[in-house]
C-alpha cells in the first residue's frame, strides 16, 4: 500500500512540474515541488500507515519504526528519480 501512494505521489510531482513549467516557465520551481514532496514523504504520508496502539497489551514501536523507515527510503528515492526523470525528459515534452 505504501508503494502504490509512492507511485502515486510521483504522477502527482510528474504533473505538477509540467503544468507549472508550463504556466511560469521557472526552472525553480521543480526544486520546490521536490522539497514540499519530500517534507511530505518525511513527516505526513508515514502517519496514514501507522497501527493503532493497543490498549490493553504492549505496544511494540518496530512496526513503527519500519513503516517510517520505509516511507522515508522509498519517498526519497521515488522523489529524486521522478525529479531526475523530469529534467531529462522536459526538453523532449516541452518544445520551446
Known amino acids: 500500500m ?18 507549472s513549467y508550463k504556466k511560469f516557465k521557472d526552472k525553480s520551481i ?16 508515514p502517519s496514514f500507515f501507522l497501527p493503532e496502539p493497543n490498549e490493553d497489551g504492549i505496544n511494540c514501536g518496530l512496526p513503527i ?9 522509498f ?4 522523489g529524486i528519480t521522478t525529479h531526475i526523470v523530469w ?6 515534452l516541452i518544445r520551446t
Open 2 to 19: 505504501i508503494l502504490l501512494l509512492i507511485f502515486g505521489i510521483s504522477l502527482i510531482q510528474f504533473l505538477l512540474n509540467y503544468l
Open 87 to 92: 529534467l531529462y525528459w522536459k526538453p523532449k
Open 30 to 45: 521543480s526544486a520546490f515541488i521536490l522539497i514540499v514532496i519530500l517534507i511530505g514523504y518525511y513527516f505526513v504520508f
Open 75 to 78: 519517498g526519497t528515492f521515488a
Open 65 to 73: 519504526l519500519g513503516i517510517i523507515l520505509a516511507s522515508w527510503f
